[in-house]
């Protein structure tokens, strides 16, 4: 018999108690898509058909399904009891990894937030850059992510929060002050002094990206400095030691604090900021209502 995962059975009792891939997939907090390939990697390790989709939105049982689903709430259930049994007593704690801009401008809302609803968890926070998180995740030092780039599609889910566009910054000087009444491009002021966050982190990644759809080589930037702190990037331009690409979220406080001035790129630079899991990953009560509380804010 194939390998058979938790994941895989988690996913068909909630298609079986949803009668639907999509609200199974709502319910998870994951794509349809993931939902169907677990289903479709579990009947092919079974041999058989558990799902009997009658048509677009109706799914069934198939008399196979019925003993499978059986056995899957029993194994789940278990799993839960032996989780519970061997954690250690006291607070429940969320094993948390985020980059940067995540770190900075989402997660301490979600963590207040959650911590009115449920005043006995507790939080463990590791931050990292994306790279760096998706390797916590991997090695199961964390296991919630947060992260502004998806690196690794094939092992990890993610879940899109929300849009983070990526601005050149400048200090708020009369010069770059004229060029942006002029309506000068984040592109045409490349050639000036730049500061670039560390190679692993995800806005470095979506600005190299966009390098090379411009066809501009990152070995023609004058870089000046890396820098592994939004921060300290933010200071260092508004103090005038060159310009950046940097997260609008980042910058925000500073442009509003009159310290710095920023330019669009090609139209709308843009990334999604992502909560990240391993696809193995079978959350407990607490990093489930987490994951909920998180989706559902964002939303709203």
């Known amino acids: 018999m194939q390998k058979i995962t938790l994941k895989q059975l988690e996913m068909f009792v909630a298609v079986a108690e949803c009668s639907s891939f999509t609200l199974a997939a709502e319910r998870l907090y994951t794509t349809q898509s993931t939902v169907s390939m677990q289903i479709a990697a579990l009947e092919n390790a079974l041999g058989t058909a558990v799902l009997r ?27 839960s009891e032996m989780e519970q049994a061997v954690q250690p007593k006291g607070p429940d704690k969320l094993l948390i990894g985020a980059s940067s801009i995540p770190a900075q401008c989402i997660l301490p809302d979600m963590m207040a937030g959650f911590m009115r609803r449920r005043p006995d968890g507790a939080f463990a926070v590791r931050k990292g850059d994306s790279t760096a998180v998706h390797d916590m995740l991997r090695s199961r030092t964390v296991r919630i992510g947060f992260a502004g780039s998806a690196l690794d599609e094939e092992n990890m889910e993610y879940i899109p929060l929300m849009q983070d566009t990526l601005v050149v910054i400048t200090p708020c000087t009369p010069r770059f002050l004229a060029m942006q009444q002029a309506g000068i491009s984040g592109e045409s002021l490349l050639s000036e002094p730049i500061l670039l966050r560390e190679a692993d982190s995800g806005s470095r990644k979506e600005f190299e990206r966009f390098l090379h759809r411009q066809g501009i080589a990152t070995a023609s930037l004058r870089v000046v400095a890396e820098i592994d702190q939004p921060s300290t990037i933010i200071e260092s331009v508004a103090k005038g030691v060159g310009i950046s690409v940097i997260s609008s979220l980042a910058a925000q406080q500073a442009v509003e604090e009159g310290k710095l001035l920023t330019f669009p790129l090609g139209g709308g630079l843009t990334r999604y900021i992502y909560l990240v899991t391993a696809k193995d990953f079978l959350p407990c009560g607490i990093e489930r209502e987490f994951i909920e509380y998180v989706c559902q804010t964002m939303k709203s």
């Open 53 to 79: 989709r009658e048509n677009r939105k109706k799914v069934t049982l198939t008399p196979a399904g019925e003993t499978v689903f059986a056995y899957a709430k029993e194994i789940l259930g278990r799993c």
